[in-house]
Structures are given as C-alpha cells and as structure tokens.
C-alpha cells in the first residue's frame, strides 16, 4: 500500500461555530473566498492492516516531550507508550519502554485545550498498547490566540509530528528504537481536533494512516470527500453537544465511505466525559480500545467486544457498519 503524504489543505470560507473546540464562547472569523475544491474519494472496500492479535494484558505507561517545529510553528507533543514494570498508578516519566513493536495513534486537542486534558483516556490507551503521540498546536491551545481558521494548517501539523514521531524507531539511542511499528498508525481527535482528524481523511489525507476516531467533530471547512484505501472510523457524538451539533457529526459520519461506527451519548454534552473519570469516560475508553485493537492489530475478537462495550450500562447507543 501507498504510504504517502497528500499536499496540506488550503484556506476555506467558513468556519461556523461547531468549529469551536472546548470553548463554547469562541467564535470563527469569516473570509470571502471560495472554499477549496474536494479531492475526489477513492474508497477500497476493507481496512489494510492484516490479521492479528493484540496484547492482552496491561502495561504500565511512560510519557516524554518531544520538541518539534514545523515551518515556524512549534509543535511540543506528549508521548504517551508501554512501559516496562507493573501496570497500573500514574505514567512514569522517561521510563523504559516495553518490549514489543506498538501502533502509533496521533491525537489532536480541542480549542482551548493541551493533550495533558486527555490523560485519563490517551494513559489508557497506552496501557493497551498503543504509543499516543498529541501536539499542543500553536494558535488553538489553551494561552494561544484561538484562532479557529489556524484549524486548517493543523492536518499538516499532524503529518509532520507521525513522521518525526517514527523517525524514533530508528534513532540510535532512543528510549523508543525498534518499538514503533510504523505500519499500523491511527488519528484521533476532539472537537476542533476531531476536524483536525477529519482533514487527515479528506483534502488532507495522510496515507499513512489505518483508522480515525472523531469525538464531537464536524466536516466544516475540511469536507467529507474521504480519500484513499480504505479506514475504518469510529465517531463519538453527545447528542446533548452544546458547541458541536450532534447533527453536525452524524452528517460527516453518514459521508465515511468506509468501515464505520458511531458512539452516541444520548445525555453527552461536547465532551466533558473525556477530562473525567466516570462511566461514560470507561465506556468511550474500552470502546475505543477495542476499536483500536481491531483496526491497527486486526484482533478479530477485539472487533467481537466492540459493540458489547458501547452498550454497556445504557450509556450510549451503537450504529454498527464495522
């Protein structure tokens, strides 16, 4: 398969108000010119990633900074990976990694936000056994300008973190050498980073990528012309989503030509379960940890726990096209 990188997307026209990531007080400017064209979609009809088996077992978590800069804009990512000793208690600074080769899923905060928001969800999913690589974006974290437009630059930042990010495998020295599997790669995203996520799909595919998962994400300003082999997506919606309508979300997923499900939180606002601890956060957790399992280590029982997972406790609904 074509790993390559399509070129990053342009300025668009407008961007309504569910761009707006964690803020609902945030609005978008507006501009006068006309919206870039779509790339024309090409889906192939199953996911890549060939047939697997994930870890069973806990790890525990290591986390580390890596200073990265793009053209200017600096890009300080988080990293959160499988770490060697017991599991469970918080992630360990600069610890050893564990043994084993990881997918890598690159995650994308919300307006106003920092990845650290999202610890209690990106830590488990490192316990699982995924390396979770999240840029702090220069205009649309929290101390930044918020400016909304600068949304469409960051698919580009994205692509450019996941190759400086695997660059690691390779790096003589490096605490992560030979723990990278570079093939098995997923997008995350909240809110304005969920956009971010859907740009990583649409008029800026990264063809390295296997699998998206949206949280409380709209299309708006980077389109639905999903583009190139086939990923399977997970979208999770609060139907209750002040900021983001709900409508907005099942809209772009109802576009996803591909293998896809979605999430829906019949009493979830725009996301507040995912900086907690609580019963939703351990539903949309083990969700997308089973969702992750399948579509990067092609676990076929994983895909089996999928939707058990999302119905758990009535907390949410499931539309299944897995």
């Not at 994983?302 to 949410?316: E, L, P, Q």
Request: proline content about 6%.
């Amino acid at each position: 398969m074509s790993r390559r990188v399509t070129p990053a997307l342009m300025a668009s026209t407008v961007l309504l108000a569910g761009l707006v990531g964690c803020s609902a007080d945030a609005r978008p400017s507006r501009s006068e010119q006309a919206p870039p064209a779509e790339p024309k979609a090409a889906a192939t009809p199953t996911p890549q990633v060939p047939a697997g088996k994930a870890p069973q077992g806990a790890f525990a978590v290591g986390v580390r900074q890596l200073k990265l800069t793009r053209d200017g804009r600096a890009l300080p990512t988080t990293l959160w990976y499988p770490a060697a000793g017991q599991a469970g208690g918080a992630a360990k600074r600069s610890a050893a990694a564990a043994e084993g080769r990881f997918p890598v899923v690159m995650f994308s905060h919300g307006l106003g936000g920092r990845p650290d928001d999202y610890a209690t969800l990106l830590t488990r999913w490192a316990a699982a056994g995924f390396v979770v690589a999240a840029p702090t974006f220069p205009k649309t974290s929290r101390g930044g300008d918020n400016n909304i437009l600068d949304v469409l630059n960051q698919p580009a930042d994205v692509s450019y973190a996941l190759t400086q990010v695997l660059a690691l495998d390779g790096k003589a020295g490096d605490a992560l050498r030979g723990r990278l599997d570079a093939e098995r790669v997923a997008a995350a995203g909240h809110s304005a980073g969920g956009v971010t996520t859907i740009g990583l799909f649409t008029a800026g595919r990264d063809e390295r990528l296997d699998a998206g998962v949206v949280f409380a994400g709209t299309a708006l300003g980077v389109g639905t012309a999903f583009a190139g082999a086939a990923a399977p997506q997970l979208f999770v919606h609060g139907e209750l989503d002040e900021v983001v309508e709900y409508a907005a979300g099942k809209a772009a997923y109802d576009k996803v030509p591909w293998p896809k499900a979605m999430l829906s939180l019949p009493k979830g606002d725009h996301g507040r379960a995912l900086l907690g601890d609580g019963a939703t956060l351990r539903v949309v957790s083990d969700t997308t940890v089973e969702f992750l399992r399948w579509s990067l280590y092609g676990d076929a029982t994983a895909k089996k726990r999928i939707s058990t997972d999302a119905t758990r406790g009535d907390i949410a609904t499931f539309d299944d096209h897995l």
